[in-house]
């Protein structure tokens, strides 16, 4: 049958043509692969993980301490910056590889330390592990890890392993954890230095968070409404801390426990006498300290509130960046973190001056959403993004991002509080996978 429209004669379609229009997507039955699949960023997979596990679990994650202002104001610099464009750059290949303490990355970012993390997913730190080993980036185990060191390093011994260190009152147990560092051969030691006291964690205290987590009258009927964490929780390993003796309480209980006040510049230097590989300093809140730290033989130090969980209303980390740089004239390498969940914050950053950016919160979404694969759906996603972000900025390789292609806009005077937990709230509207 043929008609005339008013742009020539019509037609029916053939059913040749309808096929290749109306092609489905395959229906994927696993779904840890069907949502990493589905995830175009990492605010999806946040959303996906929001729906994924029990509230107490989320805020865990997503909390900060107190009011949550080092959170919102870490995300308001990255919000600020701008990015300056250069053209007819001969940008036809674009490489994303960097130099961290001495040794290639595939790309320039490290995952960070976190703490407790088969709470989040029962495979926890070694699937956080395999995903960074795949996507060719260093992994920092934690000290409050729920995997040792050396069953990350057994099992996945072709990711760089750093080890994450607090220093605990008592010192022989922290040289019993450098000693075993070091005989799994872990090539960094990373000393958080911004933990005298443990943060005042409110979601926590609200949420009655313990660990393990504790099943009372609230978390049960939470509990309810995602049975497959429960399942998971239940039917494998016992969850601990593999670092510590067992214990049952808060985080901030814990953290009261094993974190020494008392920690100075000695101690640094005691540990730096210790241990024979690459020691970076994270927590380093100022300029001052970056120079006197620097000035102890450290190889890296990271800019860094805890990610918000300390100290609230501390110093932005990407905000004291450009004075610490200046400060130090390449004594050291420069990492920062806080709040970064995509490839153009990380652009950013290096263009800023960091040498590479530890990221947190943005894997463990991943890892919440869909275990392994949702890790490495987020390592995905930042190689994606940092490329893409290079090109259209007419840099070819890391070195060529220099501060001439980023502003820093000032931070905000007057500007309401907007909290962590609502910057991503239009990702929610996300069908669940």
Known sequence: MRWTGLDGPRRLPRAAELADLLRPRPVVLNGDRRRAARAASVEDLR???????????????????ESE??????????????????VLRGVSTVDTR??????????????????FTRVLHHEGELATARAAGAAGVPFALSTMGTCSVEDVAEIIPGCRRWFQLYLWSDRGRSRELVDRA?????????????TPVAGRRLRDVRNGMTLPPSLGPRTFIDGARHPHWWIDLLTT????????????????????????????????????????????????????????IASAGVDAIVLS?????????????????????????????VFVDGAFTSGADVVAALALGADAVLVGRAYLYGLMAA???????VAALFEEEITTTMTLLGARSIAELTPDLVRLGPAPETRGHRRWADLA?????????
């Open 237 to 292: 390993r016992a969850l601990n801390f593999a670092s510590l003796n067992s214990w049952q309480g808060t985080v901030a209980e814990l953290a009261a426990t094993l974190f020494d006040p008392a920690v100075d510049f000695e101690d640094l230097a005691w540990l730096r006498e210790q241990w024979p590989g690459k020691l970076v300093v994270k927590g380093v809140q100022s300029a001052e300290d970056a120079v006197r």
């Open 425 to 433: 709230e239009a990702s929610l509207s996300i069908q669940p996978g």
């Open 182 to 194: 070091a005989a799994a051969g872990y090539e960094a030691l990373v000393l958080t230095v911004d």
């Open 98 to 115: 960097a130099t961290i303490l001495g040794a290639p990355s595939a790309l320039p970012i490290v995952f960070a330390p976190t703490g």
């Open 371 to 377: 275990g392994e694969l949702g890790v490495r759906r």
């Open 47 to 65: 959303a996906m993980a929001r729906r994924r596990v029990p509230r107490a679990v989320f805020d865990y994650v997503e909390g900060g301490a």
């Open 69 to 86: 202002r080092s959170l919102a104001r870490a995300r308001e610099a990255l919000d600020s910056v701008h990015f300056i464009a250069r």
């Open 305 to 333: 509130n805890h990610g918000g969980r300390q100290l609230d209303r501390s110093a932005t980390p990407l905000r004291q960046l450009p004075e610490v740089l200046d400060r130090l004239e390449g004594r050291c390498e």
